[in-house]
């Protein structure tokens, strides 16, 4: 799909998007549409007894047909994927955040474009 012709840059978009759609028909999708549930942090959140399991689940369909995939500098663990020159998946087996749950972050700049932040969580344990 692209956005016009002469050298204009062209989205890859597309891919990525039908990934998130392909994930989307296999796990309960928010009222928004988004994977996982709103936080207050601005943040999804998938609840998961295995966090990094899950996340791991949606690393490896979120990233299929990438153009490529490389390590992230200073995150061990870490990858990113990108779908040509302006989308990208990335995931961290520890984020920043303070229960150092892993994460993902999806950023589509296509036409259409999202970008939103997934933290994979244990449940919380009822009082």
Same mark, same amino acid.
């Not at 009222?31 to 990094?52: M, T």
């Not at 490389?70 to 984020?95: C, D, I, M, N, Q």
């Not at 972050?105 to 009822?126: A, L, M, Q, R, S």
């Given at each position: ?28 999708? *928010? ?5 996982? &549930?709103? !936080? %207050? ?10 966090? @990094? $399991? ?32 302006? *989308? ?5 087996? &520890?984020? !920043? %955040? ?10 589509? @700049? $296509? ?17």
């Amino acid at each position: 799909m692209g956005v016009g012709s002469k050298g204009a840059p062209t989205y890859s978009s597309g891919r990525l998007l039908a990934n998130v759609e392909k994930l989307g028909s296999e796990v309960k999708l *928010s009222a928004k549409g988004k994977l996982g &549930k709103h !936080s %207050s942090s601005k943040v999804q959140h998938v609840v998961s007894d295995d966090p @990094k $399991g899950t996340a791991i689940k949606y690393w490896e369909i979120l990233k299929t047909n990438a153009d490529k995939e490389r390590p992230l500098a200073k995150v061990p663990g870490g990858r990113r994927v990108e779908f040509g020159k302006f *989308s990208h998946v990335t995931y961290r087996p &520890k984020s !920043s %955040s303070k229960d150092k749950s892993p994460s993902i972050t999806i950023n589509d @700049k $296509g036409p259409n474009g999202f970008i939103y932040k997934i933290h994979f969580v244990k449940p919380k344990p009822e009082n």
